[in-house]
Antibody
Framework: EVQLVESGGGLVQPGGSLRLSCAAS????????LDWIRQAPGKGLEWVGR??????????EYAASVKDRFTISRDDSKNSLFLQMNSLKAEDTAVYYC?????????????WGQGTLVTVSS | DIQMTQSPSAMSASVGDRVTITCRAS??????LDWFQQKPGKVPKRLIY???TLQSGVPSRFSGSGSGTEFTLTISSLQPEDFATYYC?????????FGQGTKVEIK
C-alpha cells in the first residue's frame, strides 16, 4: 500500500525540542521531494518546509516562521523523512503532516500521511 | 509571499446545488494552483492540480478553471459526502501558500 506514516508527536514545553519521523512505503521514496505541512487546531494549512531528492542535492526550503529552528532531513535507505524541531513555541502547536511531491513544479502534495499532533505547552 | 484569498469563507448549500468557490492570488501564478478537500478530523485530499486537472479517482462533478490570478472550483451537483472545507494552494513561488479555506455546510 502506498502510504506515509508519521510518528513522534507529543507534548513538549516551550523552548524544547522534538523530532518527527515519517515512514514511507509502497512507492519509490528516493525520487520524490518531501514536505512537511502543519495545521494548528481549528486553523488552515501552513507549509513548513521541503527537502528535495538526491538529484537536487537534498536541498531544503523552509517557511520563515520556522527557519533556523526546524531542520528537515531524509534517509533514503530507510524510506524515512524527519523533522527536527528546536526552540519550540506555543504557536508551533499543530498537526504535522508529511507529504509527497514529484520532482518539478506540477505535481505537489499528492500523498499525505495521517498526521501527528505536536502540543507546545507548559 | 503570495497571498491566496478564497471566497466565500463559508457557505450553506443543499444537496444537488451547483457550488462555486473562488481563489484569488496576489500575483500571477502560472496556473500552479491546486484544490484540496478536508473533511472534519481527516487528512486533506487533492482534488485538482494545475488549475484544471482532475486527480485520479475524484468524481467528475468536481472541476477547476481559471488562469493568472483568479481560479474557481466548481461542484456541479453537491453530494452529501462533499460537505467539507476546501483549500486552494499556489506553488508557483516559495513559500507555497494556501487560501484560508471555504467551509461548505449543509443548508
Amino acid at each position: 500500500e502506498v502510504q506515509l506514516v508519521e510518528s513522534g508527536g507529543g507534548l513538549v514545553q516551550p523552548g524544547g525540542s522534538l523530532r518527527l519521523s515519517c515512514a514511507a512505503s509502497g512507492f519509490t521514496f528516493s525520487v520524490h521531494y518531501l514536505d512537511w505541512i502543519r495545521q494548528a487546531p481549528g486553523k488552515g494549512l501552513e507549509w513548513v518546509g521541503r527537502i528535495r531528492n538526491k538529484a537536487h542535492s537534498y536541498t531544503t526550503e523552509y517557511a520563515a516562521s520556522v527557519k533556523d529552528r526546524f531542520t528537515i532531513s531524509r534517509d533514503d535507505s530507510k524510506n524515512s523523512l524527519f523533522l527536527q524541531m528546536n526552540s519550540l513555541k506555543a504557536e508551533d502547536t499543530a498537526v504535522y503532516y508529511c507529504t509527497r511531491s514529484t520532482d518539478g513544479w506540477f505535481d505537489w502534495f499528492d500523498l499525505w500521511g495521517q498526521g501527528t499532533l505536536v502540543t507546545v505547552s507548559s | 509571499d503570495i497571498q491566496m484569498t478564497q471566497s466565500p469563507s463559508a457557505m450553506s448549500a443543499s444537496v444537488g446545488d451547483r457550488v462555486t468557490i473562488t481563489c484569488r492570488a496576489s500575483q500571477g501564478i502560472n496556473n500552479y494552483l491546486d484544490w484540496f478537500q478536508q473533511k472534519p478530523g481527516k487528512v486533506p485530499k487533492r482534488l485538482i492540480y494545475s488549475a484544471s486537472t482532475l486527480q485520479s479517482g475524484v468524481p467528475s462533478r468536481f472541476s477547476g478553471s481559471g488562469s493568472g490570478t483568479e481560479f474557481t472550483l466548481t461542484i456541479s451537483s453537491l453530494q452529501p459526502e462533499d460537505f467539507a472545507t476546501y483549500y486552494c494552494l499556489q506553488h508557483n513561488n516559495y513559500p507555497p501558500t494556501f487560501g484560508q479555506g471555504t467551509k461548505v455546510e449543509i443548508k
